[in-house]
């Protein structure tokens, strides 16, 4: 079966941990991924990697793509210059295609209104109450939060992050996901010959 490419989303001071466990194993299970930056240009994330992306957010369309995914950035917290990706986000909602946002990207979906119905989790309830969004009551204490086709995750929590996006997208079955949560999240060592039993290899 022919997938849609996976879409990151790839700025200046991006956090380049945060989206590691997910690009990884979903190019793993048959998944293109795409960077998506706000020009042409190279971008440098957060760690000092210097990233030339492959299309333009302008280019950049829901038909085209399984899933956009908003990593973290200090800019989502310094202005506006991020806003056009959280734009984007709504368009891939109001079409019925997945997004997932970890760290500040959580920040910027609520900036554009888009956490105001729906459940989500973010770094700390604090830090999206600052944006004055109106979707306190629906924030949960939580590693990682999926609502219909959003992904949320804060910061410390990239394989709860990457495990939601595995199931969203049906990337593995559940005994897979299952062993590769228990391998990266909890270091079960059992767990490592359980996922590539369950991959059957």
């Known amino acids: 079966m022919t997938r849609k490419p996976v879409h990151l989303a790839v700025y200046d001071t991006y956090a380049d941990w945060e989206t590691g466990h997910t690009t990884a194993y979903l190019a793993l299970a048959g998944y ?6 706000p020009a042409g240009a190279p971008v440098t994330s957060a760690g000092g990697l210097r990233v030339l992306p ?5 280019d950049l369309r829901p038909e085209d793509s399984a899933l956009l995914v908003l990593t ?7 202005g506006d210059d991020l806003a056009p990706f959280a734009r ?25 209104g888009l956490l105001d119905e729906r459940a989500h989790t973010s770094a700390a309830s604090f830090y999206l109450a600052a944006t004055g969004y109106a979707g306190g009551v629906r924030y949960a204490e939580a590693d990682a939060v999926t609502d219909g086709g959003l992904v949320t995750a804060g910061p410390t929590e990239p394989v709860a992050f990457a495990r939601e996006i ?10 897979a996901i299952d062993a590769w949560y228990r391998l990266f999240h909890d270091s079960d060592p059992q767990a490592y010959a359980e996922f590539e039993e369950a991959l059957g290899r």
């Open 32 to 37: 293109e991924v795409r960077t998506v930056a």
């Open 88 to 112: 984007t986000a709504r368009a891939f909602l109001d079409a019925g295609v997945p997004v997932a946002a970890i760290c500040g990207a959580t920040a910027g979906l609520a900036r554009e």
């Open 54 to 58: 492959d299309l333009a957010l302008d």
């Open 166 to 175: 595995f199931q969203l997208l049906g990337a593995y079955d559940e005994p």
């Open 72 to 78: 973290g950035a200090r800019l989502w917290d310094e």
